[in-house]
C-alpha cells in the first residue's frame, strides 16, 4: 500500500502554507488525526480539546442510529486524538481567526479539498496525493514504528481490529524471510 513518509507530509504543510496556511492546518489536522476529509470537514471550534489533544468528530463510515427524534439515523460521534503540537496550532487558529461556535473550521467542500491536495502534491513533485492517502499514511507509520495495532484501529474509529489488520499490517519481504529464519533456527519443522 502506499503511503507518505513524515518527511513528504512535512514537505505537503510546508508547500501548502506558502499559499494557504488554513488549508495547511487542515492537512496537519488529516495526517495527525487519521480522519477521514468528509469527517474533518465538519469540524467547528467546540469540537476541539485543545487541553486533552483531540477533536470531536462523526464515524461516518458507522451505521446511522435512528430514535423518535431522527429518523433518518444520525451519526455517532467519537474523540479523536491529534498530536499536541497541532491540538495547539488547531487553537491558536480559532482564537487569532475569531472562529466563532457553530462555524466550520474548514469550509470546503471535499472536491475542492482533494482538488486542492492534489495540486500541493504535485508542487512538491509527489504524484497521486489526495486526502486519504494521509489517513493511510498515519495508519502505517504508526504501525511500522510499532505502535499496536489495537491503538492504530481505535485511532483510525475502526469497529474491529481485524479491519485495521487486514488493510494496515503487511509484512515486508524481509519481516518474513527473518520470521522463516528464526523458525528454522528454532529447529521446527525439520524431521530427524
Not at 14 to 32: D, E, F, P
Not at 110 to 116: A, F, L
Not at 151 to 179: A, C, F, G, N
Request: hydrophobic share 35%; net charge positive.
Amino acid at each position: 500500500m502506499r503511503r507518505l513518509t513524515e518527511e513528504q507530509v512535512d514537505k505537503l504543510v510546508h508547500t501548502q502554507a506558502k499559499t494557504s496556511k488554513r488549508r495547511a492546518l487542515m492537512l496537519r489536522v488529516l495526517y495527525s488525526s487519521g480522519c477521514r476529509i468528509s469527517e474533518v470537514l465538519t469540524l467547528v471550534p467546540e469540537n476541539v480539546d485543545v487541553d486533552n489533544s483531540r477533536i470531536y468528530v462523526p464515524c461516518l463510515k458507522w451505521e446511522r442510529i435512528a430514535d423518535e427524534e431522527n429518523p433518518n439515523g444520525v451519526h455517532e460521534w467519537d474523540w479523536v486524538t491529534l498530536d499536541p503540537s497541532v491540538a495547539k496550532e488547531l487553537g491558536d487558529f480559532i482564537y487569532t481567526w475569531k472562529i466563532p461556535r457553530g462555524k466550520l473550521l474548514f469550509p470546503w467542500s471535499r472536491q475542492d479539498c482533494y482538488y486542492h491536495i492534489r495540486k500541493v502534491g504535485l508542487c512538491t513533485g509527489i504524484k497521486g496525493v489526495h486526502p486519504h492517502l494521509l489517513r493511510h499514511s498515519l495508519a502505517t507509520n504508526l504501525i511500522i514504528g510499532g505502535v499496536p495495532t489495537i491503538t492504530v484501529s481505535k485511532q483510525l474509529k475502526h469497529r474491529s481490529v481485524r479491519t485495521t489488520e487486514d488493510i494496515y499490517v503487511r509484512p515486508s519481504t524481509d519481516d518474513i524471510l527473518k520470521e522463516r529464519a528464526r523458525y528454522r533456527e528454532g529447529g521446527r519443522g525439520r524431521k530427524g
